[in-house]
């Protein structure tokens, strides 16, 4: 068998053809944990190679020397509107909106908070309360008298990497306003290490003495909440009275099930063009000339009055219940049915 011959320079007898290859080992400090933006400022990372090889078929190694590098802070912050459009009515106070500042940094960090009410593209500037912020103390997403009152410098969230704080903003809402109208609330936080265009640097300022650098959001995040003013609910209330031959409630067939419907407006503002329909239950029959609205009885045909009884797409009985207001009251239907 032919022998592969040792590279020139080496030896070349047979106790020396046993060279092995060079292997390179890579040997890094892991980072301790992962955070939004990586790993956490501070750490260490540390790098040695090992270069392994056999010198006359006794194994060897050398290293190299070790370089290290140190993880900067980036400063990231989120902002977040966590309740729906506040509906109000005009000359209501300490209306609430709630937002989430979120830590999206790799070190512990501090916010100072900003709210501003006059804001461009609404139709009214909502009033800001005193106090104007609280922090949301117990986490309940409302106010409530655990909160406490924020004082810009003075108790500013710290918040580690990935922690969040929620915050409350309180307007009062002006009178004399017209019912539709909405008006905006904006909560700003940044970090106290500093702010500016992404990728700026504040050199030493991070944690342990490290350089800080604006992360995508720059430092700084904001968001804003709305209110609507003259808002209105309309709820439904049903029951059901069942009679039959035998002078009881028993909901044989035969029975007679006779349905009343409470519709009421709550609230400043107007249900427009409210309509009513009611799907007549299967294995049932409408009662004909049952319908009626707040004890007046209404035709089953669609004509003049406000009622009637239709058979498509599929049975049931509408009203149109035209603009419903507080002051309009409660809308009570009435109507029906059979069990076949």
Do not use: C
């Not at 400090?29 to 790098?47: D, K, R, S, V």
């Not at 916010?111 to 804001?119: H, K, R």
């Not at 406490?148 to 009062?172: E, K, Q, R, S, W």
């Amino acid at each position: 068998m032919r022998s592969t011959p040792a590279p020139i320079g080496w030896p070349q007898d047979a106790s020396h053809r046993l060279w092995q290859i060079i292997v390179i080992t890579l040997t890094a400090a892991l980072p301790f944990g992962a955070h939004a933006a990586g790993t956490a400022a501070g750490t260490t990372i540390q790098n040695t190679a090992t270069v392994s090889f056999s010198v006359a078929g006794t194994p060897t190694s050398t290293n190299s020397n070790a370089t290290s590098v140190t993880v900067a802070e980036i400063l990231n912050v989120t902002v977040t509107l966590q309740s729906p459009t506040v509906t109000t009515v005009a000359g209501a106070t300490n209306k609430a909106l709630v937002f989430r500042v979120t830590n999206t940094g790799n070190s512990n960090e501090t916010f100072a908070l900003a709210g501003l009410s006059a804001l461009v593209g609404d139709d009214f500037d909502p009033v800001p309360a005193t106090p104007f912020i609280y922090i949301d103390t117990d986490n309940s997403g409302d106010l409530s008298a655990a909160d406490t009152a924020y004082v810009a410098g003075t108790n500013d969230p710290t918040l580690a990497a990935d922690a969040n704080v929620g915050v409350i903003v309180l307007n009062n809402i002006p009178a004399a306003l017209a019912d539709g109208t909405r008006g905006r609330s904006q909560l700003h936080a940044a970090a106290r290490t500093g702010t500016g265009a992404p990728g700026t640097v504040f050199a030493g300022q991070g944690t342990g003495g490290v350089d800080a650098i604006a992360g995508t959001s720059g430092g700084q995040a904001q968001i804003y909440g709305e209110y609507l003013v003259g808002a209105v609910n309309v709820s439904a209330v049903k029951s059901q009275t069942v009679t039959n031959t035998f002078g009881s409630a028993e909901p044989v067939p035969g029975a007679t099930v006779a349905y009343r419907v409470v519709v009421t407006a709550t609230g400043s503002g107007t249900a427009v063009g409210a309509a009513f329909r009611d799907a007549i239950p299967a294995n049932t029959t409408y009662v004909a000339g049952s319908l009626k609205r707040n004890g007046a009885a209404l035709t089953d045909a669609a004509d003049a009055d406000t009622g009637a009884y239709v058979v498509t797409p599929s049975p049931a009985v509408t009203v149109a219940l035209g603009d419903l207001t507080l002051a309009v009251g409660a809308q009570t239907i009435e109507f029906a049915v059979t069990i076949n």
